[in-house]
């Protein structure tokens, strides 16, 4: 037989916590794999980032037309970074995690970016078991 395809549907969730203070109950979210992410959330999330990339580079244009410097801490004058990005991702997947996730630090976003990363990498191929007998028989 041969390939059968994975079906987002079918594809293991990536599963998150976010503990949080006092007796509040933890968040917790699932998101799928990045891979297994449909199109039309893909799509609006594309046209976001180029939004946001042209309105910024339209921003500096002017400034710099009117010889102002942009700090990096000018927001208006910050393209998106990839935790941008994953916000946005997160607010079409689960509106409720968005919330959640928005509140969180610098590093506490980076953690789940990578996490989410991480675990929507493709497994490993297995090796095949004569791969190795071959090996073993020349030693």
């Not at 102002?68 to 607010?91: A, H, K, T």
């Amino acid at each position: 037989m041969g390939l059968v395809v994975t079906r987002s549907f079918q594809a293991d969730p990536v599963e998150i916590t976010i503990p949080q203070a006092g007796n509040k109950k933890d968040v917790e979210f699932t998101l799928p794999k990045l891979g297994y992410i449909s199109y039309p959330i893909t799509s609006k999330v594309d046209a976001w980032t180029t939004q946001r990339f042209t309105e910024v580079t339209a921003y500096r244009a002017e400034q710099r037309e009117k010889g102002n410097v942009v700090p990096d801490s000018d927001p208006l004058g910050r393209y998106p970074s990839p935790l941008d990005v994953m916000e946005q991702m997160i607010g079409h997947l689960d509106p409720k995690a968005a919330a959640a996730v928005s509140e969180l630090s610098y590093q506490e976003k980076q953690d789940i970016w990578e996490y989410w990363n991480s675990e929507s990498a493709p497994a490993a191929p297995e090796k095949s078991s004569a791969s190795s007998d071959s090996s073993d028989a020349t030693e």
